[in-house]
């Protein structure tokens, strides 16, 4: 395992991070493993020297957390790991239970730290972007959290460019913690963040750990032959909509070449292309299995031609740009 600095920060994160959204409850999602397969998984990962791990209050409503804390911190030496979390979506009916208020995110981030069994989160995150936040309040209440030592460092998630250079901006000129991270759909079959995100990030030197290196396992295998169909196949509605364009079978296609010439799998090379992208410091994968997380550590071996990374680049279509920026 390689261990790369975070971004700017003097921390230092293994060069895979494992995404703990499958760990929680099937009553969630149908995929979602419980917490005796994730004591598996989450062993494998540390035998194979992974020390960074990514959850969120919203997974399973909490319950990812707390798996995470039980298999994980109550395992290992906590200053041996960087534990990553987010909040901002929905996790009560009221309207102040979302959100980046200073009020939502106090109780956030508390609840998050007595589901994970800790006294502090390494890196603390916003979640799904609203565009109706008012940015001073978002930085201001970040840096607070950070003073608190409730968080060490904080990061975003799919926010928009330009609110991603106001935040900067805004902390600099308040003397602030800022911003260290972003994490963001990045993958061969979607590249929006390279229009203005990526090249924003790499520009202020903050750490890219993107999610969906693998688009959700849509790259994984071709989703139209029926013998690829899995649980989550058949009940993920969000790859379902973001990843059956007649261009992402393209991609998919184009990958799967990639892979038949170096012998390895279709995930495995999405994986590696993302890897290989300027300024990536730590991809976000999701396993369902111990073989899962040997195939990602093993990825990180694979060298990309430029030919191979032209095929897959030239297969992709564009979409449109979202309220997320990307």
């Not at 395992?1 to 003097?10: D, E, I």
């Not at 992208?277 to 060298?303: K, N």
Request: with cysteine; hydrophobic share 40%; glycine share 8%.
């Amino acid at each position: 395992m390689r261990y790369v600095k975070f971004g700017r920060s003097n921390l230092k994160v293994s060069q895979l991070c494992l995404g703990a959204m499958g760990f929680g409850s099937s009553e969630w999602r149908r995929w979602v493993l419980d917490a005796r397969a994730a004591h598996k998984i989450v062993g494998r990962a540390l035998d194979l020297g992974i020390n960074f791990f990514d959850t969120c209050d919203f997974y399973s409503a909490g319950e990812s957390e707390r798996i995470l804390g039980e298999v994980l911190l109550r395992r290992v030496p906590r200053d041996s790991v960087v534990v990553a979390t987010k909040a901002g979506n929905p996790m009560a009916s009221h309207c102040n239970g979302r959100g980046f208020s200073r009020k939502h995110l106090f109780d956030a981030v508390d609840a998050s730290l007595r589901r994970l069994g800790t006294d502090h989160v390494d890196l603390f995150q916003t979640h799904i972007w609203d565009p109706a936040t008012d940015l001073d309040e978002l930085v201001d209440a970040f840096a607070d959290i950070v003073r608190s030592g409730k968080a060490l460092y904080v990061g975003a998630a799919t926010m928009p460019a330009w609110s991603m250079a106001l935040a900067l901006s805004k902390a600099a000129v308040k003397h602030l913690p800022r911003f260290v991270s972003m994490q963001c759909e990045y993958n061969p079959a979607h590249r929006e963040c390279e229009r203005e995100l990526l090249p924003l990030c790499r520009h202020e030197g903050l750490a890219l750990i993107p999610f969906s290196p693998m688009a959700r396992g849509f790259l994984a295998a071709d989703r139209r032959d029926p013998a690829n169909t899995t649980v989550r196949t058949q009940s993920d509605d969000y790859t379902t909509k973001h990843y059956h364009r007649p261009a992402d079978f393209t991609v998919f296609e184009a990958v799967a070449t990639v892979a038949e010439r170096h012998g390895r799998t279709a995930a495995q090379i999405s994986l590696a292309w993302t890897l290989a992208q300027p300024g990536i410091t730590s991809p976000i994968f999701g396993a369902t299995s111990e073989e899962h997380v040997d195939a990602a550590v093993a990825a990180l071996g694979i060298e990309l031609a430029p030919d191979d990374i032209a095929l897959i680049a030239g297969a992709y279509a564009p979409r449109p740009l979202t309220g997320g920026g990307h």
